[in-house]
C-alpha cells in the first residue's frame, strides 16, 4: 500500500484547498482514511477520517468542523479533503494514512501506511 499526497500551495487566510490522497497497489474502497496535519512545533493530530466502502461514514476534529470535508471516489482510488476557510492556523504539513480505524483517529500511530505529506501555508 503506498499514498501519495497533493494540492497543498500557498493559499490567503478564507481561501480554499482541496487535498487528494492517491493510493496504489490496493483498493482503496476497503481502507478507512484519515487526514492527519502537523502544525510547526506541534504533534501531528487527526483531522478527518472515512470509513471504508462506497458510503464511507465520516468525522473530524473540532478544529475543522464545518470547514473541511472528507470524500472519497473508489473508481479513481483517491480520498480528498476540501479545505474552506483557511486561518493562519491551518498551516502545516498534511498527510494521509491508512490501515487504521477512524475511531483510533486521535491515536496517529494507531495507522500503519502514511503519505509522504503535502505543505498547506495560509498566509496573506
Known amino acids: 500500500l503506498q499514498l501519495v499526497e497533493s494540492g497543498g500551495a500557498l493559499v490567503q487566510p478564507g481561501g480554499s484547498l482541496t487535498l487528494s490522497c492517491v493510493a496504489s497497489?490496493?483498493?482503496?474502497?476497503?481502507?478507512?482514511i484519515g487526514w492527519f496535519r502537523q502544525l510547526p512545533g506541534k504533534e501531528r493530530e487527526g483531522i478527518s477520517c472515512v470509513t471504508s466502502g462506497n458510503r464511507g461514514r465520516t468525522n473530524y476534529a473540532d478544529s475543522v468542523k464545518d470547514r473541511f470535508t472528507i470524500s472519497r471516489n473508489n473508481a479513481k482510488n483517491t480520498v480528498y479533503l476540501q479545505m474552506n476557510s483557511l486561518k493562519f492556523e491551518d498551516t502545516g504539513v498534511y498527510y494521509c494514512a491508512a490501515e487504521g480505524l477512524c475511531s483510533d483517529l486521535s491515536f496517529p500511530s494507531r495507522f500503519g501506511s502514511w503519505g509522504q505529506g503535502t505543505q498547506v501555508t495560509v498566509s496573506s
Open positions: 497497489g490496493v483498493t482503496l474502497d476497503y481502507y478507512a
